[in-house]
């Protein structure tokens, strides 16, 4: 596609539902990224993978969120058992690779998720 | 672990002024990149510029251009002409060079920047 796509663009859910947040990266990108955004926040690292293995985890902020990405394409971040405090913008980003190109992302429109 | 600083949680410049957002980052590597990232009210995050820590020369992309102080930590993006929409989020970020698993994008908290006509 001509961009990051990311769906759904808003998402309600009440505490202790499960959420799926999806992400289709720019076709070819080989490395993507998911941040979190709070609201007045900068960016907060959550993970991301090269091809579909995701070397880094390190950003996960508890056992009730996990991702995967299938095909070197889409990928999916789950939160289970929604909490209060997982209210934010969650984005995603892809870049061609993660040589020297790698810090040019490109990002979605990212997903305003709101738990009641 | 890398951190990344801007001190200016607002700004505001009059149009077709100049206006220089402020950033410091923490590291003990010696090679890296830098970037100003932009994020308007669409939430999309557009990269401005980018910066290679080997390179002396700073970057520079039309309006844009950066003053890379590599000694002092100091990473500024200045805006030239400012036009309304320069009115954004901006964001600062640093990446590690050097492999390994460390590709992660460290992110400022952002400067909010505000175009006055």
């Known amino acids: 596609g001509a961009g990051v796509s990311q769906s759904p663009s808003n998402k309600v859910t009440e505490k202790g539902k499960d959420v799926e947040l999806r992400c289709d990266p720019i076709?070819?990108?080989?490395?993507l990224y998911w941040y979190r955004q709070r609201l007045g926040q900068g960016l907060e690292f959550l993970i991301y993978f090269q091809g579909n293995s995701a070397p880094d985890k390190s950003g996960l902020p508890s056992d009730r969120f996990s991702a995967e990405r299938t095909g070197e394409s889409v990928s999916t971040l789950t939160i289970q058992r929604t909490q209060q405090e997982d209210s934010a913008v969650y984005l995603c980003?892809?870049?061609?690779?993660?040589?020297?190109?790698?810090?040019?992302?490109?990002f979605g429109s990212g997903t305003q998720l709101s738990v009641l | 672990a890398q951190t990344v600083t801007q001190s200016q949680p607002e700004m505001s410049v009059q149009e077709a002024e100049t206006v220089t957002l402020s950033c410091t980052y923490d590291?003990?590597?010696?090679?890296?990149?830098l970037f100003w990232y932009k994020q308007p009210p669409s939430r999309q995050m557009i990269l401005v510029i980018r910066q290679e820590a080997y390179k002396q020369q700073n970057a520079t992309e039309n309006r844009f251009s950066v003053n890379f102080q590599k000694a002092a930590k100091s990473f500024s993006l200045k805006i030239s002409d400012s036009q309304l929409g320069d009115a954004a989020m901006y964001f600062c970020a640093y990446r590690s060079a050097g492999g390994g698993s460390n590709y992660k994008l460290t992110f400022g908290k952002g400067t909010l920047l505000t175009v006055n006509p």
């Open positions: 076709s070819g990108h080989t490395a």
């Open positions: 590291t003990s590597e010696s090679d890296y990149y």
């Open positions: 980003a892809s870049s061609l690779d993660l040589g020297v190109t790698g810090g040019k992302l490109f």
